[in-house]
């Protein structure tokens, strides 16, 4: 244990890269020990257990879930996410990775949590400047990428907002039988090209097991899912990308790599669908 001065704290002078450089230069570049000790203001003590054949973590806390390597495909992938316009949350983190997010961020500092600045009914009001700015930050994005030479879905309410209905004057309770569970919905996926075509569908209905007889009537190229209430869900928009609109890509000889827009739920930014359109 280092002396310190009764009362005070200890603070380490460097870090884990400063470490990795000083072991690099003992092993690699014939520095002795006590050069890197003096050199990078790390104990030669720590120096010596680094080298030992004991050690075997170099982070603090309990052994990550993921490795270094995932860890890094993590880290880029929400930098990217924020770089595009679509920051994540813990709960992006939590979905993707399926690990705790305080010692992830503990291990990389330079991300942190904020508050996002939340658009207003004022700033809805996009104006002409706006929007050609929007359109210059798109250009600077694919010319960056090197993509600059490549220049929806709805739902259908099953128990829709009741209107209103004739009754007796006076009468205190006007009730209306409704068909469907509440909040239940029947989702309808498109994706429109700049040209006006319209690629197949991918329905999502709202059943745990699909009938039989609704799965024989659609399409074969059209997508079909489920969820308890008909709504989009995370494996539901891989899946159309995946095996949907991909399909249609190839089977239109469409030039990769293509530009997708969408809004910014959560369903259709996880790590996963990232990496598959990455790829």
Not at 27 to 34: A, E, G, Q
Request: positive net charge.
């Amino acid at each position: 244990m280092p002396k310190v001065r009764d009362g005070s704290k200890y603070l380490k002078k460097y870090d884990e890269t400063t470490i990795s450089k000083a072991l690099d230069d003992i092993l690699n570049n014939d520095i002795s020990k006590k050069a890197a000790s003096k050199k990078y203001k790390i104990p030669r003590s720590t120096l010596q257990f680094r080298l030992g054949q004991k050690f075997t973590k170099t982070t603090l806390g309990p052994n990550p879930v993921l490795s270094k390597e995932e860890e890094e495909i993590l880290v880029n992938w929400i930098l990217e996410s924020h770089r595009k316009g679509f920051p994540r949350r813990k709960e992006d983190l939590q979905i993707s990775a399926m690990d705790g997010t305080k010692p992830f961020l503990k291990r990389h500092n330079f991300l942190t949590e904020r508050v996002p600045e939340a658009v207003t009914a004022a700033s809805s009001r996009v104006s002409e400047n706006d929007m050609r700015k929007w359109f210059l930050h798109i250009e600077t994005y694919l010319k960056d990428e090197n993509y600059f030479d490549i220049l929806k879905e709805t739902c259908f309410l099953l128990c829709p907002k009741n209107k209103t209905v004739i009754a007796p004057k006076g009468s205190r309770n006007v009730y209306e039988v409704d068909n469907a569970p509440a909040k239940s919905n029947l989702t309808v996926l498109f994706t429109f090209s700049a040209q006006g075509e319209v690629t197949p569908p991918f329905i999502i209905y709202p059943y745990k097991r699909l009938p039989a007889s609704i799965a024989s009537s659609v399409p074969d190229q059209w997508g079909i899912g489920t969820s308890p209430n008909g709504w989009m869900k995370t494996e539901l928009f891989f899946e159309y990308i995946a095996n949907v609109l991909h399909s249609y890509l190839i089977n239109k000889n469409i030039k990769f790599p293509i530009i997708l827009f969408v809004d910014g739920h959560s369903t259709h930014t996880s790590y996963q669908l990232s990496d598959l359109c990455s790829q």
